[in-house]
């Protein structure tokens, strides 16, 4: 595996279940994104990792819960989600987050449904 | 409010000429420009950047251009190849959070045989 990956690419959830997505990076990198991609509206990023640690949340409701073991894997656990959190959930990592030439690297994303 | 703004929702070109496609911002603390292309089904990917202290960078046939003073930013494919039909985001990124980068909601380039 090169790059970046996800899994799943699909995921259909009811609103009380209990689900994760996975992230992976193949390229060295320290810091991990989560970012949310809903229709018609900009990428909005959910959470960095820097290290594994945490350094930047963007008021994402609790029931979004990240977690980093290592520099190379990078979880979101999903629980009591809502319709409206229906959206495309990207990861993407980087070298590091130096000022300004911060290239991300994107996966293929997770096309979330919540029914 | 939307810091970076992609007005155009899609584009068509013919085979050969060019496209170009347009983004403005609103804040000055930005400093550094980044144009992604995402294909259907893939996650966006790194295409060209620029930093605040030009206003030109070509990498092959894309060419980025920066005007500080408008605000605005532009991405020029000469000349245009049907694979460079895709979705085309502007991202933007500043000295304070650098790691966070703002994206406009996309550009469709559709590049007509």
């Known amino acids: 595996e090169t790059g970046v990956t996800q899994t799943p690419r699909h995921l259909v959830m009811g609103m009380t279940n209990k689900k994760s997505l996975k992230c992976e990076q193949h390229l060295g990198h320290n810091a991990m994104y989560w970012y949310k991609q809903s229709a018609k509206k900009p990428l909005e990023l959910m959470f960095v990792y820097n290290f594994k640690e945490q350094t930047e949340n963007n008021s994402v409701p609790s029931r979004f819960s990240p977690e980093c073991p290592n520099s190379s894997h990078l979880f979101l656990h999903l629980h009591t989600l809502q319709p409206e959190d229906s959206a495309l959930y990207l990861c993407?990592?980087?070298?590091?987050?130096?000022?300004?030439?911060?290239?991300?690297?994107f996966g293929p994303g997770t096309r979330l449904t919540v029914t | 409010d939307q810091q970076v703004k992609q007005n155009s929702p899609s584009l068509s070109v013919q085979e050969g000429r060019i496209s170009i496609l347009n983004c403005d911002y609103t804040?000055?603390?930005?400093?550094?420009f980044l144009w992604y292309k995402k294909y259907p089904a893939e996650g966006p990917t790194f295409l060209i950047s620029i930093s605040s202290i030009k206003d030109k960078n070509e990498d092959g046939r894309f060419t980025v251009f920066l005007n500080k003073s408008a605000k605005h930013l532009s991405l020029h494919i000469v000349p245009s190849q049907p694979g460079d039909s895709a979705v085309y985001f502007c991202?933007?990124?500043?000295?304070?959070?650098?790691?966070?980068?703002?994206f406009g909601t996309g550009t469709r380039l559709t590049v007509i045989p």
């Open positions: 991202a933007a990124s500043g000295k304070t959070g650098a790691n966070n980068l703002f």
């Open positions: 993407a990592s980087s070298q590091d987050l130096a000022a300004g030439g911060n290239e991300q690297y």
């Open positions: 804040n000055s603390m930005f400093d550094y």
